[in-house]
Nanobody, 115 residues
């Protein structure tokens, strides 16, 4: 278990933007696959996007063209840039780190899209 520090959630109007950040320990960040997942009330947690240590990315169909995952290895931080937000994007967003056979989760950050 490692500590992941998330930030950047909040309340935004439809069509707006937010950027989420997640910092991981430097000892594993460079070799880890980082990801963002979300869980809306009454629904299962779902994949939003992942990025490998080599910066290959995968985005869920529901966010393609609107969300972009990226990483800064110098800062041990992964980002999720969210544009053109919709009310259905409202959820708790969780950062995830995977390295070898290990995985760990952040505490979650609330994103609410509402007018």
């Amino acid at each position: 278990q490692v500590q992941l520090v998330e930030s950047g959630g909040g309340l935004v109007q439809p069509g707006g933007s937010l950027r989420l950040s997640c910092a991981a320990p430097g000892s594993i960040f460079s070799i880890a696959t980082m990801g963002w997942y979300r869980q809306a009330p009454g629904k299962q947690r779902e994949l939003v996007a992942t990025i490998t240590s080599g910066s290959s990315t995968n985005h869920a169909d529901s966010v393609k063209g609107r969300f972009t995952i990226s990483r800064d290895n110098a800062k041990n931080t992964v980002y999720l840039q969210m544009n053109s937000l919709k009310p259905e994007d409202t959820a708790v967003y969780y950062c995830n780190v995977q390295w070898f056979s290990n995985t760990s989760w952040g505490q979650g950050t609330q994103v609410t899209v509402s007018s």
